[in-house]
Nanobody, 126 residues
Framework: VQLQASGGGLVQAGGSLRLSCVVSGGTFSRYAVGWFRRAPGKEREFVAGISRSGGDRKYANSVKGRFTISRDNGRKTAYLQMNSLEPEDTADYYC????????????????????WGQGTQVTVSS
């Protein structure tokens, strides 16, 4: 299973970006998907996660109301729509997929995921 993340870039505070994560080599609908980020000098942190069907979602408190995670199982792609971006959102963003996650609360734990994409860099200027 391979994950390809894209969509990062430089944006001014208050702006928007949409990240994409294309999954290949597996049956996408069998995988829960999570987005994580790592800011310079900080630990990796959970951002958002979505169940296999897309019916359940979970967000970090810091992004709730500003970010939206979604998925298109037909396109084998997960998305992270990021609105009202803040300089504190500056980080490398990673998507991850895992077939054994059956309940949404589990999407927050990075050690559960077996499959990771490369990071896509998001920089928010003030």
């Amino acid at each position: 299973v391979q994950l390809q993340a894209s969509g990062g870039g430089l944006v001014q505070a208050g702006g928007s970006l949409r990240l994409s994560c294309v999954v290949s080599g597996g049956t996408f609908s069998r995988y829960a998907v999570g987005w994580f980020r790592r800011a310079p000098g900080k630990e990796r942190e959970f951002v958002a996660g979505i169940s296999r069907s897309g019916g359940d979602r979970k967000y970090a408190n810091s992004v709730k109301g500003r970010f939206t995670i979604s998925r298109d199982n037909g396109r084998k792609t997960a998305y992270l729509q990021m609105n009202s971006l803040e300089p504190e959102d500056t980080a490398d963003y990673y998507c991850a997929a895992e077939p054994t996650i059956l309940t949404v609360p589990a999407v927050t734990y990075p050690d559960v995921y077996h499959y990771w994409g490369q990071g896509t860099q998001v920089t928010v200027s003030s």
